[in-house]
Nanobody, 119 residues
Framework: QVQLVESGGGLVQTGGSLRLSCAAS????????VGWFRQAPGKQRELVAS???????HYADSVTGRFTISRDDAKNTVYLQMNNQKTDDTAVYYC?????????????WGRGTQDTVSP
């Protein structure tokens, strides 16, 4: 079984930066595609960034140019650098492994980490 633990959230002002971390543990015997998702109050969870096992990245239009996803497979950790944040970025952020060639998460969700952007 795989466990995912997100960290690094906090309170920032508009224009500020945060770096989120996603640490995976358990029975991991290969590298997987990984996605960062977020869920704002009253909204559905959405995928904002993903990174393939080979390092290819994709971003939602709303975060392109501001967020950067990266991975350190030696540490089983994926990061999300969030710059020039906006109040619309306020949400709980989650990471998850993705089914190959899809954006579908398959692991049990972690608790997430809260990012709050103040005006």
């Amino acid at each position: 079984q795989v466990q995912l633990v997100e960290s690094g959230g906090g309170l920032v002002q508009t224009g500020g930066s945060l770096r989120l971390s996603c640490a995976a543990s358990g029975r991991i015997w290969r590298t997987y595609d990984v996605g960062w998702f977020r869920q704002a109050p009253g909204k559905q969870r959405e995928l904002v960034a993903s990174i393939g096992s080979g390092g290819s990245t994709h971003y939602a239009d709303s975060v392109t140019g501001r967020f950067t996803i990266s991975r350190d497979d030696a540490k089983n950790t994926v990061y999300l650098q969030m710059n020039n944040q906006k109040t619309d970025d306020t949400a709980v952020y989650y990471c998850n492994f993705l089914v190959d060639y899809t954006n579908k998460p398959w692991a049990t969700w972690g608790r997430g980490t809260q990012d709050t952007v103040s005006p």
